[in-house]
């Protein structure tokens, strides 16, 4: 058997495949047609964010059984045409957790004292500007979290050790998980907006979540709310977000995850205001190592006919 790996995967989860005499393939760069004429050669194939696996790309799927996404997020993947072929797909929820939560963190408090600002300030401008970097502490402030699955419960401890007040609104998880982690669990997603002085957004993509803030939310938050998004593109409609970074409505914000990536010519970029990092939540050593590990078992376990969960 083989599998493709078509980005960036850690050692030790490739190791894992090759001991059970599964052979594998790194090929990174496919245009989406390489990958569409390729795929069928393969029984599993690897991929990550940058890799999106689409009705096309599965027109011949050949041998392909299993599609294994090296992370959380299977919003690059169409499942449903996956599943209409017979095809597993699989992720690694909760491997990388840690990494996208201490990320958040760090957004935060850039946010909050404009850190890579004042960085840049001092080390490429030689500028020695204690006055220009005037900030906002944590503690006190109110943090709405959007989603109080495993990265959100993990943002509210960190927030909370910060001694700032967690509310939290997600439908779909039970009041006591929330009252566990001393978070005040809201009904509406407008209370969220009408308290909080940051904003963090923990969901997949999906329909639901599909510009979940719009003008029409923003409008609704506190003047000079700060806003996280290091969960997925999308979620915020970063049109709306330039413009309420530019009117001042919107004082901050944080964001690893684009509408489209790469997004090296995004007009979010230009503003002084809007901390960014490449998508790099789950780029940790200790996430990717689990990420790739427990990818790699479930894989195995599909490939070899064992019980396996899938996404
Ligand atoms: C995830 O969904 O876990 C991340 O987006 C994984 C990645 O970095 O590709």
Redesign the pocket.
Known sequence: MKILVT?HVAQEGLDYIRKNNIEIEGKMNLTPQELAQIIGNYDAVIT???TRITKETLTNPGKLKVIG??????DSIDIAEASKKGIIVI??PG??TIA?AELTTGMMLNALRKLPTAHYSLKYERKWDRKKFMGVELSGKTLGIVGLGHVGSEVAKRAKAFGAKCLAYDPYIKKTKALDLGVELVEQFDEILERSDIITFHTPLTKETKNMMTKKEIDKAKDGVILINCA?GGIINEKDLYESIKSGKVAACGID?FEKEPATDNPLLDLDNVFVTP?????SNESQIN?SLILAQQIVNALLGRPYQNA
Do not use: L
């Not at 998508?279 to 780029?283: R, V």
């Open positions: 980005e990550r964010s940058g996404r090296a992370g959380v997020g299977v992720n690694a491997a990388n996208a997925r995850t998508h790099i939540g789950a780029n990420v």
